[in-house]
T-cell receptor, first 116, second 114 residues
Framework: AQTVTQSQPEMSVQEAETVTLSCTYD???????LFWYKQPPSRQMILVIR??????QNATENRFSVNFQKAAKSFSLKISDSQLGDTAMYFC?????????????FGKGTKLTVNP | DVKVTQSSRYLVKRTGEKVFLECVQD?????MFWYRQDPGLGLRLIYF???????EKGDIPEGYSVSREKKERFSLILESASTNQTSMYLC?????????????FGEGSRLTVL
């Protein structure tokens, strides 16, 4: 089965500190993409960061970076210098092939609260 | 900026009613998706479409159907709403396959079935 596991339903962090959100996934495919999406309260979901599985270098977008461990099927998100605007649900996702078509498989999400 | 518009933010319907959820995107994207979001369950794919008049079932298509008569519009239909379809529904679009193109989401439609 192609699944995503986010083991931390909720997390909190103090403003300006660093926090890491965990994600593991299960797939038998060798070529796929991984994503972290952010859903702020009552707002649209947006893409935070994307990683191509065949690239060993970890992706970075400003204060957001990933630790991609392909063999362990782990894809954690690190948020540095946390800001109040980072408060949101965070979803880990990866591409999976189903019946010849590709789709995104999402985890159940981690609710992150940044405290002042 | 890409804009994905869902016609209704909040709906309240009665059991057995036929419900239409409309989604329109303004960036000429080929691909459109309907997800259902429930607390503790994350996002689950209901249906998706890679072209006009084309549709494919996702993980939880039972009780739903879709329509894509025009490229910019993707409708989700609940033929006979039931209480277990009370949920947040998210529409998304992308310009290319999911692996390379990011998904652009609408604000969501929160449906309550009484």
């Amino acid at each position: 089965a192609q699944t995503v596991t986010q083991s931390q339903p909720e997390m909190s962090v103090q403003e300006a500190e660093t926090v890491t959100l965990s994600c593991t996934y299960d797939t038998s495919e060798s070529n796929y993409y991984l994503f972290w999406y952010k859903q702020p309260p009552s707002r649209q979901m947006i893409l935070v960061i994307r990683q191509e599985a065949y690239k060993q270098q970890n992706a970075t977008e400003n204060r957001f970076s990933v630790n991609f461990q392909k063999a362990a099927k782990s894809f954690s998100l690190k948020i540095s210098d946390s800001q109040l605007g980072d408060t949101a649900m965070y979803f880990c996702a990866f591409t999976a092939t189903q019946g010849g078509s590709e789709k995104l498989v999402f985890g159940k999400g981690t609710k992150l609260t940044v405290n002042p | 900026d890409v804009k994905v518009t869902q016609s209704s933010r909040y709906l309240v319907k009665r059991t057995g009613e036929k419900v239409f959820l409309e989604c329109v995107q303004d960036m000429d994207h080929e691909n459109m998706f309907w997800y259902r979001q429930d607390p503790g369950l994350g996002l689950r794919l209901i249906y998706f479409s890679y072209d006009v008049k084309m549709k494919e079932k996702g993980d939880i298509p039972e009780g739903y159907s879709v329509s894509r008569e025009k490229k910019e519009r993707f409708s989700l239909i609940l033929e006979s709403a039931s209480t277990n379809q009370t949920s947040m529904y998210l529409c998304a679009s992308s310009s290319s396959g999911v692996r390379t193109g990011e998904l652009f989401f609408g604000e969501g439609s929160r449906l309550t079935v009484l």
